[in-house]
């Protein structure tokens, strides 16, 4: 949801004063720790007649990072608030980011052939559940084109494949891939079961703007066929774990994890299926939590403001 | 764990410089909702060389209430940090609280002859993993005498009884039992499976200060025997919940709650067996959370700070 | 899974003699539990070439009854391995049920206005995750009907209505249901979310065949939005019941439970989204247990072999 | 819980009729999947007026192996039992184990100085809810003898150390320990967090009768300090895993395993925290079922029948 949903309601309780009449917006912010921030923000929001509904921070004592999300409500123009807050970004030499809070993230959503997860992102998306839009899916593969539209997205195919001479195409699918994300204005892309593995240099060009759901528990079962991986071992429990993408494949920052119950008796077909689950959930919560920024980087790891 | 533990070590990675060799504090407040509470606060915390390691807000839609707990180390004495709160405390008409992080709640335990939870915390307090010291131990059975004596801490027996005429001496050793509140400087009572109900008149007394696990999945199966009740229903889940004592009983506001999965293969004797284990670590999670200072009142429900 | 499945493929590993490629078939019984029942079961299939695959069983001591699934090959037809078990049958005075596992039940699903769990449960059946086949969905609303079009099925409007005098067409919407359900070979009646009321004589004629998702944790919250009634009362987890459909509103044997959970931060909107989620995974193993013959009634309870 | 007991309790209800007032017994056996086996078992069981109260079968698709737990009552002693399965365990070749119900695993209990999960597996054996005897606990300190004490169960030093030369006595002190598992007639050891690295030779001579509590969630964050390895990677759930000791470390079959939630502010110490609470249930999960027979070897996984 958008939190500050509520906190409007409840000022609207404390008979609405003109100012409260304001639109909720989110602030997230990072910087070197160190003393008055907070004053010197909530100073930045006061000036502009801001009224805090929730906030969060958190001081990592291993990178040395603060980390603050605040939302808030203001009648004042997000360009207000930007100039407001600008003095304090300088001071402290912040990674700052300011967002209206009933903006929704643009999304591209690229799939393969499995429809699971992108069914629950679609599903979540239209009944207003996950504050994201999604103006076009890619697919290396047709089979979930009526899907796309179904839900009345734009369904782009980009095959991925190898020539007689065995040369892939794959530099000029992710070079359209890069020029939908500019067509579109894409600020996140969702990787729901793309099993194609991204160079290097798209990784970092996407760096800290793509999620991917990695259909095992990591670190534990990277690579192929995780699941079939697990039922060998005989696991008690499987998982799935949605990730920023990086380089160094399947080591991107975790974001969120789920597990589900599995006993001997299920065969790692039926290990796919609860997997498949898990996965959907586990990447909706990510995709939901990335979109309302609530998730801010602390070097390898994340810090999850739910 | 004391939340600003690492928050301390974290300081002392960024080239600790003198002010932060403080010591670490928490203050948790709650008052009605307006606009400038945060920024009041952290000027406060900032006029005495605070530097704030964690800080968490809430406002309530549904009361209007706003929350705040924040984890700060100042170099400066609990009293000077105090001074400099009044002023906001006053303006905004704040409960507020103020501790040193490392200060251990005093907790009175009262059980009964079920050992599970007692040695749950007992255990723990022990460890040092829960944040409480516990100077004495009352029981109106002399059964877990022994795992008192164990842990070191002073025993007392007020047995409750009818005599004769069916007079109960209940009143009596309510009354013993708010004597040694007063002698061991109680701050917190732990009804760790203590089988007598309160009188309304004592629940009054300890309002917020005494914290009971029910033995089951509230609001469901009250009153007696609920894991049997369960049983008969055939659920799949039993759960306990832990809340603090109000008069009216098992309705005060649930602090923690957690289930576990059961089957049509389990007895009622298992659903209790598998009961108590929830129940330990619902109340012990519960324990750790009101002594680390997280737990607020909001109404009749909590606001968890973990 | 159709736990036959692997089963079929490990009897292929032991170099497949003749009599193992058979056809996997499921049993289930239950009756009075009495000494010798295993052995005149096994006997009976062992008479027909029966290999089995896998058996749990188990004996009530609350009603004394006993319960039984076997799942099997058997290169025999259904018929002679129905003549085989009949005079055990006969002898224990059992309830028996027969099935190919390979047999889809034929199911029909209601829905109202709220697609996510008609959603869950019509994605699962296309992708062969849920062994049902849904030949019709019937609704008293138009909204989902597009839904039911993208999966080609069939969508009955059975609008249900107050006229000007008041009268509710309710007994006539019922009336065509059950046509419905005669005229497609209906087996299970889901209640995706239907949030009509099923008279008595209605439920007394699916008793058995009509599974509910009730949208909260039972035996709580019973009645009109339980999650506004969980928020208020401020619990920590929100769950889903699916439970067979009885008179007794809300008061059916229940099959599965799943719980998540929430925080004093989540408004009641939000407590309906995340209810949303876990009612769909719940309904949808209820179903999946029901299909593959998994569920069996010992009185008010439920025996679930999964 | 002893399965047995509400069976027992079940036939009482049944108007006990002489030859259920029997004694109850478990029956775990595993051979080569091939045709009448329940029937031959059932069979024997049958001819000493065996009363089957729970059955459970599984038919390993990987290995071919065929897997059965039987409970059951019967008047008659375990040697006519024995001998009336002989024949049967001759035909089919079995691995076959027969055990009076009420009768508990002897347990030797091997720890170090964290006293966490020694506490939960003592609290539970005298409870009397763990169906084990613990004649003597070992360990390479001293620190939790006084444990040992309370619970009054002999505690035995043997030391591990290298003298001035850098030899270790880990030899004597395996030795020793072997002389005290034929001393007690141990059937089963566990290392409750029983820091020292066993030998190979060691392991091979309790295969399938020592279990170990693994603090971190196999397969990932095998050796040392998994917790702080977990911590680094920014997981969301850590985990422990029970399994059966072999020679080769960490990677013996899974018995069970759990998980805990986690956050990016928890410190690794918190992490550790948390992570005992798990290892401590999940162990006496482990160690339940085992001591109920629960668990067979299906090459390097488990079955688990609970």
Same sequence: chains 1, 2, 3, 4.
């Avoid at 989110?26 to 720790?33: E, Q, R």
Wanted: charged share 25%.
């Amino acid at each position: 949801m958008n939190a500050s949903t509520p906190a409007t309601a409840s000022n609207a309780t404390l008979a609405g004063s003109a100012e409260i009449t304001g639109h909720p917006m989110v602030l997230s912010l990072s910087c070197k720790n160190s003393r008055g921030i907070v004053h010197a923000v909530s100073g930045a929001l006061l000036s502009v007649q801001g009224d805090i509904t929730d906030s969060k921070q958190f001081d990592s004592p291993d990178t040395g990072t603060f980390f603050m999300r605040v939302e808030f409500t203001t009648p004042e123009s997000r360009e207000a608030v930007e100039a407001a807050l600008e003095p304090v970004r300088e001071e402290f030499a912040m990674d700052l980011g300011l967002w209206e809070a009933s903006r929704k993230t643009r999304t591209l959503v690229m799939c393969s052939k499995d429809g699971r997860t992108l069914n629950d992102l679609l599903f979540q998306q239209r009944a207003g559940t996950l504050s994201v839009e999604i103006p076009v899916i890619v697919s290396n593969h047709l089979e979930l084109q009526p899907m796309a539209f179904f839900y009345g997205i734009p369904f782009i195919h980009i095959p991925v494949a190898k020539d007689a001479e065995g040369n892939s195409n794959k530099a000029e699918a992710e070079a359209k891939l890069l020029d939908l994300v500019a067509e579109y204005d894409i600020e996140l892309v969702v990787l729901a079961r793309y099993m194609q593995i991204l160079s290097d240099d798209l990784c970092r060009k996407l760096e800290g703007k793509a999620i991917n759901i990695h259909h095992s528990f990591l670190p534990s079962f990277k690579g192929a066929r995780p699941y079939h991986q697990a039922h060998e071992r005989g696991v008690k429990l499987i998982g799935a774990t949605a990730h920023y993408v990086t380089a160094d494949l399947d080591e991107g920052p975790i974001i969120e994890q789920q597990v589900q119950r599995v006993t001997h008796a299920q065969s790692a077909r039926e290990f796919v299926i609860r997997g498949r689950e898990v996965e959907g959930s586990t990447l909706s919560r990510a995709v939901k939590w990335h979109a309302e920024h609530r998730v801010l980087l602390d070097g390898k790891r994340t810090v999850v403001f739910d």
